[in-house]
């Protein structure tokens, strides 16, 4: 898999260090040298500061890369405090990132999860070669709480042939039991680490240890104790003395001595100026020649470092050229204390303000930030935040980080430019916290009309203030204030110019989402259309996926569940191609997917795509995207502790939503309930929301979420299944009776095949056959072509009870379609009508007649298309009215129907009307 270096200063964090010293062939080294992989798929360096776990690894990496082992190398800094940029690093030492997004797409796509974000590095990391080795040095510095989530993904889900090496001053946050106990670890400590007197003589050489003598190196290795920051400063002190013995009395090596020794021995032993020079660049946390020179104003830092590179003191290469070096972190830590004490305060800040000069010079953004903020320029800050925040923002490696550059300049109450509070906008979407984005996006809102007051910079302003338009718009779809983002949609889009073809999808978007939640399929179509052609300009998949995914929402809440199934594969299949599995909107697809997998009772390919979407479902989509997966996940719930998916998984999913998700989840599981027979529960789940089974108006004014259409629509579909459970007949069948008048005038056919089947429960409860099967037939009929089978799968109970007592000729289905759909329920039943079964084999016939009709009853059937009425045909062909109805009778029976307009629908099917 090809590599990339990081932009800006991170190149120097992918490679290992190139030591200006050899290293020292310790047991521990040896020890792991021995093979060209490592033994185990994991090995820990833990241990205080200065015990060389830097060092013991780049050994290890020279070691294992000259053997032909692929490895990477990783090495946080101070600035690497989050799990997020972690991942940053290691995503930049796999695979280059696609180009830039637009910033409205950055906003569709939200900050990608951070379960997304490792599953898509471990299907990276599947395709290095095998096997391969990852270092991740320093990482004491992440201290995000997420980590060990990270580390133990790595280790447990990432392919037997990848190793890892982690290196750290604090406690791994991985589950090392269970490495432990499956021989995955080899664990490093500060003892394996400590330098025994053979490895002392080694580092120190032949001719020093001649001068000092085994007393003395034996004295060292007593008083250090193998520490190897210890050690190696002695080499340092012993090497350079003219008396290497009476310097060796001064030195104890305890860890309180050390700032001490540097200072008396390390530190006194360069010129002033070399030494003023060390001071000065303690701070910077990486550096060249040309920075040190610009810094400290000394046109002789190269010669500083030069000497410093010879004296070999605590200076790091990062790269093979040597052009570029660190401090060791021990070193750095004792110089930055002696400057604060020695250097003065305007000149430390001089220089730091210097180094972010140079730094945004160079385009390394990060540490001219870090530096103007160190040194107390805000201006310098704010003036580099304005040039870059879009790319910080996008790339979203660092929106931490971000926001915390743009709140602490807040902090301070200095103000930044119009991009760099426009984008912090941004990160705070992209970070869940909706709250705050609103606020401050209200700030920004209010700040561009004083400008605007003032007169001030129309152009951009009138700009800007469209483009937090469309952050309000999407703030307030994701926290489910619908009708606040169709109004602001609504009046964006009538006001549209010249405007970015991505905020108009994305507005437009947001519209449709609002109005397909309030069933009105003719407007959320439009919306839809206008994110279509405003997406096909952008070429963006991730977007390209979110329209696709809205236009088949409009046909799902409708029911027409076929049609919705291509449309859904098809947006699956390009998200897949383009995004693959692990990106969000993928698994978001996958969700809905799985709601209509089930309604058409493919329920081995709903599970799959709920294994899909349950992995993103916490933190990708929307109220009703959420919704549509936790619906599928209820209506496959068994009930029985050891399934798959749990009630208490789904909640878990719900709370991180706002509340009508959760709302219409307890709706979904009072159907569940009530399907599996345990009315009781049903019940106490109902009275959590209000619900109840008394046939009295539920009390629905202080429940939130009940104001969306979508939502109340759930909670009328429990209500009227609790009352049927519960004998309440007359309250359930007025109430099937309004919602059926909502859901003809909404046009959503699904609804309408469930409340028939409702009528045709309370009709069966009521010992009403015939009703029963007219209520049946008409659900046939509007299910067959849209494939809506679960809802009598829910009642195959019910149902094969009425189809067991039905003679099979009373049906009277039409056509074809709804004949084989009969077949495919019933074939779902527990059925015990012998004659019925029988006859389902020719009912699933294509088009075939029980018997040909005979040449009086085609003359019949001919006059009844053109509209005749019984005591017509009888006047016209010279018979009886009851001649008529006997040939009619027989003719219906030939045709499987019962009805007149039946039999002309299904002899138009057979071509019997043109002979």
């Avoid at 790319?391 to 550059?405: A, S």
């Avoid at 509070?421 to 979407?429: E, G, K, P, R, T």
């Avoid at 009851?882 to 039946?902: D, E």
Wanted: with cysteine; hydrophobic share 45%; aromatic share 6%.
């Amino acid at each position: 898999m090809p590599t990339r270096k990081a932009r800006g200063g991170r190149a120097a964090q992918l490679d290992p260090p190139n030591l200006a010293f050899a290293l020292v062939q310790t047991r521990l080294i040896a020890e792991l040298s021995r093979s060209v992989t490592p033994a185990t798929k994991l090995i820990t360096l833990v241990a205080p500061t200065g015990y060389g776990k830097t060092t013991f690894a780049t050994a290890l990496y020279k070691h294992y890369s000259a053997a032909g082992l692929h490895s990477l190398w990783i090495a946080l800094d101070d600035r690497d405090t989050s799990t997020e940029r972690l991942i940053g690093l290691l995503e930049d030492s796999l695979v280059d990132r696609q180009a830039d997004p637009h910033p409205t797409q950055a906003l569709l796509r939200g900050d990608e999860p951070l379960q997304n974000r490792i599953d898509a590095l471990l299907d990276a990391m599947a395709q290095l070669p095998e096997p391969s080795l990852v270092f991740i040095d320093n990482l004491g510095y992440c201290v995000d709480e997420t980590l060990g989530l990270l580390l133990d993904r790595l280790v447990y889900r990432s392919p037997s042939s990848l190793h890892f090496l982690l290196s750290s001053t604090e406690q791994l946050p991985i589950n090392l039991a269970r490495a432990k106990l499956e021989g995955r670890v080899r664990e490093v400590g500060y003892a394996d680490l400590s330098l025994r007197i053979e490895e002392i003589r080694s580092l120190f050489g032949p001719a020093l240890c001649a001068q000092l003598g085994n007393a003395a190196l034996d004295s060292i290795a007593r008083q250090t104790e193998g520490w190897p920051a210890a050690v190696r400063l002695a080499q340092i002190i012993l090497s350079t003395a003219e008396q290497p013995l009476e310097a060796l009395a001064r030195f104890s090596g305890a860890d309180e001595d050390l700032s001490d020794l540097l200072n008396r021995q390390v530190l006194a032993g360069f010129p002033p100026e070399a030494r003023r020079f060390l001071l000065e660049i303690a701070p910077l946390r990486s550096f060249c020649a040309d920075l040190c020179r610009e810094v400290t104003g000394d046109d002789e830092a190269s010669q500083h470092l030069a000497l410093l590179l010879r004296r070999n003191v605590f200076v790091i290469p990062l790269d093979r050229n040597r052009s570029w070096y660190r401090l060791h972190g021990l070193f750095r830590e004792f110089l930055i204390e002696e400057a604060q004490r020695s250097v003065p305060k305007e000149r430390r800040l001089q220089v730091l303000t210097r180094a972010a000069e140079w730094n945004e010079r160079g385009g390394h953004w990060q540490d001219a930030i870090d530096y103007a903020l160190d040194a107390g320029s805000a201006p310098l800050a704010c003036a580099v935040l304005e040039r870059v925040a879009a790319m910080f923002v996008r790339d979203r490696g660092d929106l931490r980080q971000y926001i915390e550059w743009i709140e602490a300049l807040h902090a301070g109450g200095h103000e930044v430019g119009w991009e760099a509070d426009f984008w912090y906008v941004f990160a705070l979407v992209f970070h869940r916290r909706y709250d705050t984005a609103r606020q401050q996006n209200e700030r920004l809102a209010q700040r561009i009309e004083r400008e605007q007051r003032a007169g001030r910079d129309a152009a951009q302003l009138a700009d800007l203030k469209r483009r937090i338009e469309v952050i309000r718009t999407c703030v307030d779809t994701y926290t489910d204030r619908l009708s606040d983002a169709l109004g602001h949609a609504t009046r964006w889009l009538v006001e549209r110019g010249p405007d970015d073809p991505f905020d108009v999808a994305t507005v437009a978007a947001a519209a449709s989402i609002s109005l397909n939640s309030a069933f009105r399929f003719v407007d959320a179509r439009q919306m839809c259309r206008t994110a279509q052609a405003a997406i096909a300009q952008s070429g963006s998949a991730y977007g390209i996926g979110w329209v696709s995914l809205l236009t088949a929402m409009v046909g799902l809440y409708e029911g027409d569940y076929a049609a919705v199934h291509n449309e859904l594969y098809a947006a699956l299949s390009r998200a897949r191609a383009a995004l693959g599995d692990s990106a969000g909107i993928t698994r978001t697809i996958a969700f809905v997917g799985a709601r209509c997998a089930v309604e058409m009772g493919l329920d081995d390919e709903a599970r799959t795509l709920l294994t899909q979407g349950l992995r993103g479902a916490h933190t990708h989509g929307i109220v009703d995207t959420a919704a549509d997966g936790l619906e599928a996940a209820v209506k496959l719930w068994s009930g029985r502790a050891d399934d798959p998916v749990s009630i208490a998984q789904l909640r878990e999913i719900a709370a991180s939503y706002p509340p009508r998700l959760g709302l219409m989840l307890s709706c979904m599981i009072v159907q569940r309930l009530v399907r599996l027979g345990r009315l009781d529960d049903a019940l106490a789940e109902g009275a959590h929301i209000g619900l109840g089974a008394s046939g009295s108006e539920p009390r629905t004014a202080s429940i939130e979420g009940l104001e969306t259409a979508r939502a109340a629509d759930l909670y009328s579909a429990a209500q009227i299944d609790l009352l049927i459970a519960a004998g309440q007949l007359r309250h359930a069948e007025a109430l099937i009776a309004a919602e059926s008048r909502i859901a003809r005038q909404d046009g959503r056919n699904a609804r309408l095949v469930e409340l028939a089947l409702a009528e045709m429960a309370v009709a069966i409860c009521s010992h009403n056959p015939q009703p029963a099967a007219r209520h049946f037939v008409r659900a046939v009929g509007l299910a067959a072509r849209r494939r809506v089978l679960r809802p009598f799968r829910d009642r195959a109970e019910t149902i094969a009870g009425l189809v067991n007592e039905t003679k099979p000729q009373s049906w009277g289905f039409a056509l074809d379609e709804e004949r084989r759909f009969f077949v495919e329920v019933c074939n779902g039943l527990p059925l015990t009508n012998s004659f019925l079964v029988e006859h389902l084999d020719q009912l699933q016939g294509e088009s075939q007649l029980l018997e040909t009709p005979t040449a009086r009853e085609l003359q019949l059937l001919s006059l009844i298309e053109a509209g005749l009425s019984n005591q017509q045909l009888a006047d016209r062909l010279s018979l009886s009215v009851a001649t008529v109805k006997w040939h009619l009778y027989n003719l219906y029976t030939k045709l499987g129907v019962s009805s007149r307009s039946a039999a002309l629908a299904r002899a138009r099917a057979l071509n019997l009307l043109s002979r």
